[in-house]
């Protein structure tokens, strides 16, 4: 098992940066592929950014596909979000979850267990 929190959320003006981590603690973190998803008010949790166990693979929604980048550090067991050019709509509650047998990796019901979430807020 293992357990999540994430921080790095705040509030910041559009064209803005911030960089969200996600901290695992319990078994090993690199035993997991890890995502970030998010969820605004009313809305659906929807997918965000995944990388796989080693890092090797990354990929990020089409909404956030070149401002927005995930890695990973293992030996840390963190892996953090780095937001960029920051819009009113990314506006939402930023989750970061972890699976062990993901295979697409934008699907939220691959991922096992998740984090309690950071509010991330983008003023216009």
């Known amino acids: 098992q293992v357990q999540l929190v994430e921080s790095g959320g705040g509030l910041v003006q559009a064209g803005g940066s911030l960089r969200l981590s996600c901290a695992a603690s319990?078994?090993?973190?690199?035993?997991?592929?890890m995502g970030w998803f998010r969820q605004a008010p009313g809305k659906e949790r929807d997918f965000v950014a995944h990388?796989?166990?080693?890092?090797?693979?990354?990929y990020v929604a089409d909404s956030v596909k070149g401002r927005f980048t995930i890695s990973r550090d293992n030996l840390k067991n963190t892996v953090y979000l780095q937001m960029n050019s920051l819009k009113p709509e990314d506006t939402a509650v930023y989750y970061c979850?972890?699976?062990?047998?993901?295979?697409?990796?934008?699907?939220?019901?691959?991922?096992?267990?998740w984090g309690q979430g950071t509010q991330v807020t983008v003023s216009s």
């Open positions: 979850a972890a699976g062990l047998r993901v295979v697409r990796g934008n699907i939220r019901y691959e991922y096992d267990y």
């Open positions: 319990g078994r090993t973190s690199s035993s997991y592929a």
């Open positions: 990388i796989s166990r080693s890092g090797a693979v990354t």
